[in-house]
């Protein structure tokens, strides 16, 4: 009944939109008489009413007004309109409203009038005048009154079908087209795949510097007293870790921010750093790189710096201190990284509930078109990446 009665107001707003052009032709009959440009007046101010109604019908405003009719009366039925789209469409939508709108203002209006004349047919004294028919009390006014009541059913029928045809064809007419669709569903994969790049960097770069600092934290409280200057190296780590950290999270909130300047990620270039703080950790790490490493583009630089940073994390959360054996060459078309550590049991102390490092890894290597292996081989976990210096190409 409530969805009903919603559709009953929708129509009706269609009635109200519908009445100033009828109004008008008959003010404007009433005012002029004579010929207008060949054509007689009733003829001509039927010619501008309908003109008028097809530009108003194809203002955006229409549209606008429209959607929120639909939106307010037809509630969620509808499915998403877009305030932005073909205007034809919209048109078509606004004289559909005034059309059934304009029949089902006419019922309203009409309906209890002719009922309670038909319903007071047996009680009236004398005759009852109807159009075209005449009844007199008494057996034919309860006729009358019954075919009154009887009625009434398919006149609301009508106008719950016209509601029906407005909810199914708002989302047609005043819905986004395909083409719209389709850009909408880009826009959100586009969000969708910004929101999975940010996931990662979070995780590389916080999760690298929450594992090292956890470690350190933990080894400076095993040798505090023990070995007070190794206490101090761990603390002084923690706080350059920390540091990094936090320029990293800027780097990755400034991404997140629109308009705003996002400070500069890490990238091959800041390799020794990331390497002297995992060694700060006791692993010993042997690291060979050859080529022009800094002459690796931008993106592909910073990729590699990530992949390389999870590799080492992986390695410090699930092996602990061992020896890491990598090796980073570029060449004019590529770049390789080939990251090797013995196997050792599951530490007490590995992350757990993440699952996004080697994912991770994985949809950055695809992202640029490269290749990825990892896994474990004669006694060792060995991660290969290969990654193009031109993906686009």
């Given at each position: 009944?409530?969805i009903?009665?919603r ?24 005012l ?8 007689s007046a ?17 203002l955006p405003?229409?549209?606008r ?7 307010a ?5 509808t ?16 004289w ?6 304009g ?26 005048s ?12 309860i006729?009358?009154?019954?075919g009154?009541?009887?009625?009434a ?26 083409v ?21 960097e ?11 600092t ?7 409280h ?11 190296q ?6 350059e ?18 308009g ?9 270039a ?11 950790l ?10 022009p490493?800094l002459?690796?583009p ?14 080492l ?21 590529q770049v ?19 699952g ?6 994985r949809?950055r ?12 081989e004669?006694?060792h976990w060995?991660?290969r990446?290969r ?7």
């Open positions: 009944m409530r009903l009665l559709r009953w107001a929708c129509l009706l707003a269609g009635g109200a939109l519908l009445a100033p052009y009828p109004l008008m032709f008959l003010i404007w009959t009433a002029f008489h004579g010929p207008i440009l060949g054509l009733r003829a001509a101010i039927s010619g501008v009413a309908v003109a008028l109604a097809v530009l108003v019908s194809l405003m229409t549209r007004m429209e959607i929120a009719i639909a939106t009366l037809l509630g969620d039925a499915g998403p309109l877009s305030a932005e789209g073909t205007q034809w469409r919209a048109s078509v939508w606004y559909l409203h005034l059309l059934l709108g029949i089902t203002t006419v019922l309203t209006g009409a309906a209890p009038f002719v009922l309670a004349t038909c319903l007071a047919a047996p009680f009236a004294d004398g005759m009852v109807l159009p075209d028919w005449q009844s007199r009390a008494g057996g034919p006014g006729l009358v009154a019954a009154a009541l009887l009625a059913a398919p006149i609301a029928g009508l106008v719950a079908g016209c509601g029906a045809v407005l909810s199914r064809t708002a989302p047609v007419l005043l819905g986004p087209s395909p719209e669709k389709v850009a909408d569903l880009e826009r959100r994969t586009r969000a969708l795949a910004a929101r999975n790049r940010m996931a990662r979070l995780h590389d770069s916080i999760g690298h510097a929450l594992t090292i956890t470690l350190q934290a933990g080894t400076a095993v040798l505090f007293d023990q070995d007070p200057a190794f206490a101090r761990a603390l002084a780590a923690i706080e870790t920390g540091r990094v950290a936090m320029a990293e999270l800027d780097h990755v909130i400034g991404l997140l921010r629109e705003s300047p996002a400070a500069a990620a890490p990238t091959l800041d390799l020794d750093q990331l390497l002297a703080a995992n060694r700060t006791g692993i010993g790490i042997d690291a060979t790189v050859s080529g490493i002459a690796v931008g993106t592909v630089s910073r990729e590699m710096f990530r992949i390389l940073q999870e590799s994390t992986n390695v410090v959360a699930h092996a602990g201190r061992t020896e890491i054996t990598v090796r980073l060459a570029a060449t004019a078309d390789e990284l080939d990251v090797v550590n013995p196997l050792v049991p599951r530490r007490r102390f590995a992350r757990h509930g993440g996004q490092g080697l994912p991770g890894m949809e290597v695809q992202l640029l078109r490269g290749e990825m292996t990892a896994a474990a004669g006694g060995r991660v990446v990654l193009p210096l031109h993906p686009a190409r």
